[in-house]
């Protein structure tokens, strides 16, 4: 047996959760094995454990047949052991040579020496193919390369198992294509690779075993070249995960929110962020407001829901103009909004479940009786909405938001700004971050909601869900309509040709 | 099984880090006295133990006395830290508490002399209250630091006060204000529990006081927004509450609670003038230490607050050996230091908990 890493029946408990229960993983010298689960599934307990950040209550750790205790990540580093964290560990205002070589910087006399470091990297980055420009600062490079910096951090400390925790999750495709390369040739010259992921395709692409857990505990390790994606996310989910969405007709009634010659003037540059935009939304459909990040959705969002003023103008909500009207009025009076921030916006993280499910309400006459809160009542609501959206959490309704894993945050927020019966959903790349799992049931919701009558407004980045869910999409380039297409008429390709500002459609012209 | 139940609830974990706070703090506190003075460092650190005991039931009633200010002080701190503001302006807000409170007593002579003290007190609370809004008023529309304007509105509120007695309410002979004779505070029995002492209404209205934030913080809707803007201000923004209005409020009920607790200091008929000299208030800065070791509280603030003077009247008695009076002051800070590795004892207790937890399952 070849196994450069095993960990054998690791057990880690957390107040009220036992985030890691008698879980196994084996991994191969040369391999690039996944580590595939949902949010909160356990993965990333596993690899703190492995790195160090943990001490697990039973089992063992074995590196390269030896075993070992792993009580901080310096250990974990002695035993080449390397980890890009989900958000980088970089400090922002130092180069990208300074941050490589930070905790091991080569000295003399008490004087760094930075020569050597920087052949050393200018090496490394070559035999690896990894571009970085070693004198840049970090806080002016993508975020590509300062994960390409994260890397070669890594390599730099001659590590030679790496932990990859969630890598894509922040890149563009283009970058997660080289990144894909970057990982084989990284195998290729004899590094093992733990790829913790929760996306099949990326796994079908490059790994070669995958082991899946599901809420903690372990289910199996399959080879990835003779097992299916279906196969794959039925271990994951523990049930049939359908990819196609499947809906009905849409039933369209009448406009109820109609938004009319809207123009916001931009904080950061001198153009407007929204400029002159005229559509309309109408009962029982889902429509999709498409376009690159940063051309001016949200800022029409926060219009609409009232976070931002308008510079001209109107809005109007079942025919009143609600141009000017608190946020209050609009989110109490049927205008729900599933924010695109869920920690900036959306929840009140150091409050309990049962709190922020009242994020809105907490003044009605339910919740309160001559302004003291009624307990009972809000638990009651709390407990109701947890059973019904199935939203899983350590303690319950008194569980602290902060504690729970995004995806359960998110299901909290969408049974919030569902149950208070809206007839207006503005939902804001509400799948961004989430799993298979909390994605369909996203879906779902949203899709149940266009079937009860209620409009839908859609901001998404995902092609696959502008075009599998919306009934009508508008695309937003430099904060204008260029464009109002059919989903089932229009293909990828041409999507992005008005998302890259190079099409406007019919009646969209420059003027 | 009732251990492990008691270890895992929430407000034992936070109370118990506290308390092991205060015992490690007296005995870093007792190795001082040792270096300080070795032969009598045991006879001094039980004195201190005793505290207001030392005095019978006068002492008593003193330490009661010796708190009441620090306890309003410590709600004001508290009361903004809770709502995601630190007040550092407690000082300047209690200087011109006090200040309105004096000038009401001495001046508004028109009114009956049964209801002066209430209307000096209430003149005292606006004061404050006041003084803090121009903190509320600069962070909500300007994003301007709390911090930084409150400390500098300690130092304007200072000169100001100084500038106003010397102007209005000065007593020339001794350079400091005039006794606000007619409005000094009634005893309301206190006086009869605790004989000679300087106790009075002014303790019993600082708990009641302390009683009324704890529900307006945790049992109101008010509190709830107050908390909620706290946390998270965009989050807030967007579930529709007034985000300005809330942190103006905030800074003007700490304001407020700082303001009374210089009202019913300097209207108590314990000799307390304001001196026309170039020092703020340190009752105010003396809040911080007892909001922090309160957790912040409001309850958890009557004790710190009581815990506070029983150790400063303690400091006082010790006197009687040969002690600099600073060692106690050194006593106070220690165990504030160490109340800020209270979040360090509490995930102690809930590892303690867990295996416990462990064992009987």
Not at chain 1, 48 to 62: C, M, N, R
Not at chain 2, 231 to 258: D, P, T, V, W
Not at chain 2, 307 to 334: C, K, S, T, W
């Amino acid at each position: 047996m070849d196994y450069v890493i095993e960990m054998l029946n690791i057990t880690k408990e957390f107040p009220g959760i036992i985030a890691n229960d008698n879980i196994t993983l084996q991994v191969k010298k040369g391999e690039i094995h996944a580590l595939l689960g949902e949010n909160g599934a356990g993965k990333s307990t596993l690899m703190s454990v492995l790195f160090g950040l943990y001490i697990p209550e039973k089992g063992t750790i074995k590196v390269r047949g030896k075993e070992v205790k792993i009580y901080n990540p310096n250990a974990a580093n002695d035993l080449g052991i390397g980890m890009v964290h989900q958000h980088f560990k970089l400090v922002h205002n130092f180069s990208v040579l300074e941050n490589i070589v930070l905790g091991v910087e080569t000295v003399k006399n008490g004087f760094l020496k930075m020569d050597e470091a920087k052949k050393k990297i200018i090496a490394l980055s070559k035999q690896y193919n990894l571009r970085v420009e070693p004198d840049a600062i970090i806080e002016d490079i993508s975020v590509g390369m300062q994960q390409r910096v994260e890397i070669l951090k890594m390599l730099y400390r001659e590590n030679d198992i790496l932990i990859f925790d969630e890598p894509t999750a922040v890149l563009t495709p283009q970058e997660i294509d080289e990144l894909m390369k970057i990982m084989k040739r990284l195998v290729e010259e004899g590094k093992s690779i733990i790829f913790i992921t929760h996306k099949l395709n990326e796994i079908k692409q490059v790994a070669d075993r995958v082991s899946v857990l599901r809420k903690g505990k372990y289910i199996g390790t399959v080879d990835v070249a003779s097992t299916s994606k279906e196969e794959m996310s039925e271990m994951m989910v523990g049930r049939k995960v359908v990819f196609e969405i499947n809906k009905n007709e849409a039933n369209i009634g009448d406009t109820i929110l109609s938004v009319k010659n809207l123009s916001i003037n931009s904080k950061v540059h001198g153009k407007s962020a929204v400029n002159n935009v005229s559509f309309d939304l109408r009962k029982g459909e889902i429509l999709c407001v498409a376009g690159i990040e940063g051309n001016g959705q949200t800022e029409l969002v926060y219009a609409l829901t009232g976070l931002l003023p308008v510079d001209g103008g109107d809005i109007f909500y079942k025919e009143e103009n609600i141009t000017h009207k608190s946020i209050r009025f609009r989110n109490s009076t049927g205008i729900s909004h599933i924010p695109e921030d869920r920690h900036k916006h959306g929840l009140v993280l150091d409050f309990t479940l049962a709190e922020n499910l009242v994020l809105q309400t907490y003044f009605l006459n339910q919740y309160q009786k001559f302004g003291f809160i009624d307990f009972k009542s809000r638990l009651k609501n709390a407990e109701l909405m947890i059973n019904q959206y199935d939203i899983r959490s350590g303690e319950g309704p008194i569980t602290y938001v902060r504690s729970m894993s995004g995806g359960n945050q998110q299901k909290a927020i969408v049974a919030r700004e569902v149950e208070k019966d809206p007839d207006v959903i503005i939902a804001v790349q509400p799948t961004r971050g989430l799993d298979v799992g909390a994605i369909e049931y996203i879906h779902n919701q949203l899709i149940n909601q266009r079937d009860m009558g209620r409009a839908v407004l859609l901001i998404s980045l995902e092609l696959s869900e502008v075009l599998g869910i919306s009934d009508r999409i508008v695309v937003m380039y430099e904060g204008e309509i260029v464009g109002d297409v059919n989903p089932s008429e229009v293909t990828q390709q041409e999507l992005g040709l008005y998302m890259s500002g190079s099409k406007r459609g019919v009646g969209y012209e420059h003027k | 099984m009732n251990i492990s139940k008691l270890l895992n609830n929430r407000s034992f974990k936070s109370v118990s880090a506290s308390i092991i706070v205060i015992l490690l703090g007296l005995m870093v506190g007792y190795l001082i006295l040792l270096i300080s003075n070795p032969r009598q460092a045991t006879d001094g650190f039980i004195i201190i133990l005793k505290g207001g005991f030392n005095g019978g039931l006068r002492g008593v009633g003193n330490m009661l006395h010796n708190s009441m200010p620090i306890i309003l002080t410590g709600l004001s701190v508290g009361f903004a830290f809770k709502t995601g503001l630190f007040n550092i302006g407690a000082s300047g807000q209690f200087i011109l508490g006090a200040f309105a409170a004096i000038y009401i007593g001495v001046r508004w002579t028109f009114i009956p002399i049964e209801f002066l003290w209430i209307v000096a007190l209430f003149g005292s609370i606006v004061a404050g209250a006041l003084w803090g809004a121009i903190s509320g008023i600069l962070k909500a529309y300007r994003n301007v630091n709390e911090v930084i304007t409150s400390i500098m509105l300690n130092y304007i509120g200072m000169y100001l006060v100084n500038f106003l007695v010397v102007n209005t309410v000065f007593d020339l002979t001794r350079n400091q204000s005039i006794s606000p004779i007619r409005a000094y505070l009634p005893r309301a029995g206190m006086n009869i529990l605790f004989p000679f002492s300087s106790v009075n209404v002014g303790f019993i209205i600082a708990v009641v006081v302390a009683i009324l934030m704890y529900i307006i913080l945790e049992k109101t809707t008010f509190g709830f927004e107050l908390k909620a803007v706290g946390y998270n201000r965009e989050a807030s923004r967007y579930a529709g509450i007034n985000e300005k209005k809330s942190i103006i409020l905030s800074m003007m009920i700490a304001g407020a609670l700082a303001g009374l607790g210089g009202g019913l200091l300097y209207l108590s008929s314990t000799g307390k003038h304001i001196e026309v000299v170039d020092i703020l208030a340190s009752e105010g800065f003396n809040g911080i230490p007892v909001a922090l070791l309160g957790l912040s509280n409001p309850l958890g603030i009557i004790f710190a607050g009581l815990f506070v003077g029983h150790m400063n009247m303690g400091g006082f008695y010790m006197q009687r050996l040969r002690f600099v009076p600073e060692v106690i002051d050194i006593m106070i800070a220690i165990i504030i230091y160490f109340s800020a590795l209270s979040l360090a004892f509490k995930s102690f207790i809930e590892t303690m908990a867990r295996k416990l937890r462990g064992k009987t399952l």
